[in-house]
């Protein structure tokens, strides 16, 4: 650029032209030092900037995430470990090679890993990182790892199998039942109806809701609250299923019962009778002819006895039973029956004419002074009867001898002996301890009495 000199004034008054051009030289000399200034700047090759822009520049990244071209900053090298080569570092981008390069690298089918890390303090880190397959990953380590932790991150695909999936749970997550009832869990009728679904359970055998005594695994299926059944299989096989609905009413709930559905075995596979379980309670089978030791089982007609028995079983409608308990060794039979509801009427024993024509006597326990006469002194029980023989020496008003007390009234009683060496009677007091006494005489001569006969028969009930 040149400047142009402008010409000078000239005027007739001398004085005021000098002024004028005075003013014009500084002009000229002021834009010719601005020119300089101007060539200076514009052949100046260094950058200039704002201030606003160097505080930006000096508030921004400074530490480096990527290499200069925007590309990873750390590469992993063949054979190398992702964990080592960036612990020591902060946040930064990393490349890790496909094949069988990488020892921790957790890309699916040694596919090659690009990756991101974010370090708040020395030797602990999180990150993310993706192979070329798509698969995602995040990572973390803490001071005390020895290696970096890999979390597989889910593919769309998988999430869309999830969804797709059983959201409703019909198992426990273990595959297991979905909920265990115990012996002492309320009911499990009035829980199936306020769990609408398909549910699995396992109910435990000593529960009342079951209709034997025996563990259940089941599937319940509900539409609703009211409508649905329950099925099951218990431990000995057999399959029963409860439906769920309304009374003839059509506004209460209510159960239909517990219906097996396949034929169940009276007796096992060989012909024989069906083993018991230890524990079992004979009340609760299903029909059956069984055997068992009977301090095994429960509910039997004897406690503790550990002779073999059979048990035969038959069912009706509504719960109703009959059994029948035979001791093996000697033929002794009882029945019994389970009535409307499951209410269990008792024992009953059957006596047989063997009981009757072959009693076994036994001897009286004799007190102190008293001896046996002309016959053993001996008692035996025949039903509800207590029968007495023989001849007694004895003194009266003391205990004489004894009897068990099984059986016996708990007020005693009380009958009347002839006397033996003249005519008369005395009475004998039977205590409920078993205990016996001679009261009273009434004899045609007292002095002649040489014992008693206790040949009788008395009634217990």
């Not at 699916?108 to 990182?129: D, P, Y």
């Not at 096989?237 to 169940?264: A, C, F, M, P």
């Not at 033996?420 to 004998?428: D, E, M, R, V, Y």
Request: glycine share 10%; net charge negative.
């Amino acid at each position: 650029m040149v400047l142009k000199t402008p010409r000078s004034f000239e005027i007739n008054d001398k004085a005021h032209a000098d002024l004028f051009n005075k003013m014009m030289q500084i002009l000229i000399e002021n834009d010719t030092e601005l020119l300089a200034q101007i060539h200076h700047h514009a052949e100046d090759t260094i950058p200039h900037v704002s201030d606003s822009e160097k505080k930006k520049w000096n508030e921004s990244q400074l530490y480096k995430l990527t290499n200069d071209n925007g590309s990873h900053l750390v590469s992993i090298p063949s054979g190398g470990s992702i964990y080592e080569e960036i612990k020591g570092l902060g946040a930064c981008s990393f490349y890790a090679p496909g094949g069988v390069g990488v020892v921790d690298s957790p890309a699916i089918g040694k596919a090659a890993l690009r990756g991101f890390q974010l370090v708040g303090q020395n030797n602990i880190g999180v990150g993310i990182a993706i192979d070329t397959l798509g698969n995602t990953f995040c990572f973390s380590y803490y001071v005390k790892d020895i290696a970096i932790n890999w979390v597989q991150m889910p593919t769309q695909n998988e999430k869309n199998k999830w969804d797709a999936g059983q959201l409703s749970k019909i198992t426990a997550d273990d595959g297991k039942a979905y909920e265990r009832i115990n012996a002492d869990d309320p009911s499990i009728l009035d829980k199936l109806i306020q769990l609408p679904g398909v549910h699995s359970w396992y109910i435990h055998e000593a529960h009342p809701d079951l209709p034997t005594r025996s563990s259940m695994r089941a599937l319940s299926v509900f539409s609703e609250n009211i409508y649905g059944w329950v099925i099951g299989a218990n431990n000995t096989g057999d399959v029963y299923i409860n439906r769920s609905t309304t009374d003839v009413t059509g506004t209460q709930q209510e159960w239909s019962g517990w219906k097996r559905l396949n034929d169940h075995n009276l007796l096992n596979s060989k012909g024989l009778r069906l083993s018991m379980s230890i524990g079992t309670d004979i009340l609760t089978l299903p029909s059956g002819f069984y055997f068992a030791v009977g301090s095994n089982v429960l509910n039997m007609p004897v406690d503790n006895d550990s002779s073999w028995f059979n048990i035969d079983i038959l069912e009706t409608v509504n719960g109703r039973k009959s059994i029948h308990v035979i001791r093996s060794y000697d033929n002794t039979h009882w029945f019994g029956t389970v009535h409307t509801d499951g209410v269990f009427k008792g024992w009953k024993k059957i006596v047989t004419d063997a009981d009757f024509e072959n009693v076994k006597w036994l001897n009286v326990t004799l007190g102190s002074g008293s001896s046996i006469g002309d016959r053993p002194v001996e008692y035996t029980r025949w039903g509800n009867l207590l029968l007495l023989r023989g001849h007694l020496k004895a003194n009266r008003e003391v205990i004489c001898g004894s009897i068990p007390s099984t059986g016996l009234p708990d007020k005693g009683l009380v009958v009347s002996v002839p006397v033996s060496g003249t005519t008369g009677h005395s009475k004998l007091l039977i205590y409920k301890t078993g205990e016996l006494k001679l009261t009273g005489l009434l004899a045609a001569n007292e002095s002649a009495v040489t014992g008693y006969y206790l040949d009788t028969v008395v009634p217990l009930n």
